[in-house]
């Protein structure tokens, strides 16, 4: 990268134009740049706030040139294609590199990485093919198969107890390459965005304390309710991480809180802003998108202090009604210390992001519980 600050009204690119997308567009443009959105959605939410939709697929060649013209270049998801990111490399700022984006695209490479840095893991192998289930495989039960690649919010997970069982999900799995890892202890998790330019230049956010309904993200909690210790190593294992792959950008990595003891154990990392990040832009006095923005624009990454204790809570198209009709507002809207977020998409399904919120109060208990009665409130088919 070009170590020369880039600043407004300079023309930032972005791949990827849904709800992440949409955000880094709204902090870009309130910090005064411009913004291209490539995304093959011709609904994609970020376009709404875009200067320019290039509306094309990920590896379109004419696409790809014209986004090769803006003065740096960001993705919002890490499974765009790779090689994409460093075709864009050789013309302009990428952020983070296509080779941090392939790690984390890969199961198998990711937790090799996670490794390399001294970082613990939980057991796993890797199972690429029928002949790789043998009785050694035995000792990573009970277990999930996940798919190595193209797995989120549950999905390329299946619970295997038994050879057997494992057996079986393999070829569910289709026979791609997975990963089966042992089930740990598990006591919560967390996770943490870091926020790199370099190594003299890193900035966390304070942990979130993460709690899925379904497999899904439903809250975080922030700060997480853990010790002082543990939240403190937490941010020093996230900015290791980032340093073992001389990462740049924004990268948030997940852990898990195993046994009695709040054992720390990586789960996995993701190249861009994070679901669990989103209270930034209301809690903090940066948020993980104006970060994204900043370092991309060769910017030191800014102050990440936590100003109010809060909950994110995401909002999934299962509260909206059976024909589309959308959820009562009102007592969320009414609530002076919650901020609503809607992600502008044209429509509601099960198990689809459609928006968060988030509330302030005095600690994190109470963030807690006033972002469920607020959930609640929420009307559902």
Known sequence: MKNNPILPPAMLGILGGGQLGRMFTIAAKTMGYQVTVLDPDPNAPAAEFADLHLCAPFDDQAALAELAQCAAVTTEFENVNADAMRFLANHTNVSPSGDCVAVAQNRIQEKAWIQKAGLKTAPYQAVCKTEDITEESAAFLPGILKTATLGYDGKGQIRVKTLDELKAAFAEHGGVDCVLEKMV????EISVVVCRLSSDNVQTFDPAENIHENSILAYSIVPA???A??????RRMAQRLADELDYIGVLAV??????DTHELVVNEIAPRPHNSGHHTIDACAVSQFQQQVRIMCNLPPADTRLLSACCMANILGDVWGGDGSE???????SDTASFLHLYGKKAARAGRKMGHFV??????????AKAQALHATLKRA
């Open 225 to 227: 309710r853990l010790s």
């Open 254 to 259: 997940e852990m898990f809180v195993v046994g």
């Open 327 to 333: 959820p009562d507002w009102l007592p969320l809207q």
């Open 185 to 188: 202890d598990l006591r919560g």
């Open 359 to 368: 509330a302030l109060a005095k600690d994190a208990d109470a963030a807690f």
């Open 229 to 234: 210790d543990i939240q403190q190593q937490a």
